[in-house]
């Protein structure tokens, strides 16, 4: 069965930076588009970075451009979020998530396939 398992998470100081990993199983990557989405408490989901499976990605918080990255091996079946710049605001549960269809992932409703269990980010201003 497919599993995406996230790590990384953590707390830092306003500025700092993070890693977060998204290791996938059970599935061929190149065959899905990839997502990191974010979450607080009484809040919406939304999706911060997305990539396809080529490796072409789009940014959806505005508040993250240039400050995240995204990536994916897909020979080892992961994907990172390089977090630099980190502020207080983007203290929130992380998620993966997995589907075949951009749309998916890329318009709300999200409704991907796959999700991953969250990992933990706090930002200390």
């Known amino acids: 069965r497919v599993q995406l398992v996230e790590s990384g998470g953590g707390s830092v100081q306003s500025g700092g930076s993070l890693r977060l990993s998204c290791s996938g199983s059970?599935?061929?990557?190149?065959?899905?588009?990839l997502a990191w989405f974010r979450q607080v408490p009484g809040k919406e989901r939304e999706m911060v970075l997305c990539?396809?499976?080529?490796?072409?990605?789009?940014s959806s918080a505005g508040s993250v451009a240039g400050r995240f990255t995204i990536s994916r091996d897909n020979s080892n079946n992961v994907m990172y979020l390089q977090m630099d710049s980190l502020k207080a605001e983007d203290t929130a549960m992380y998620y993966c998530?997995?589907?075949?269809?951009?749309?998916?992932?890329?318009?709300?409703?999200?409704?991907?396939?796959?999700w991953g269990q969250g990992t933990q980010v706090t930002v200390s201003s």
């Open positions: 998530a997995a589907d075949r269809s951009w749309h998916a992932l890329t318009s709300s409703p999200y409704n991907p396939s796959y």
């Open positions: 059970g599935y061929t990557a190149r065959g899905y588009c």
């Open positions: 990539i396809n499976a080529s490796g072409g990605y789009t």
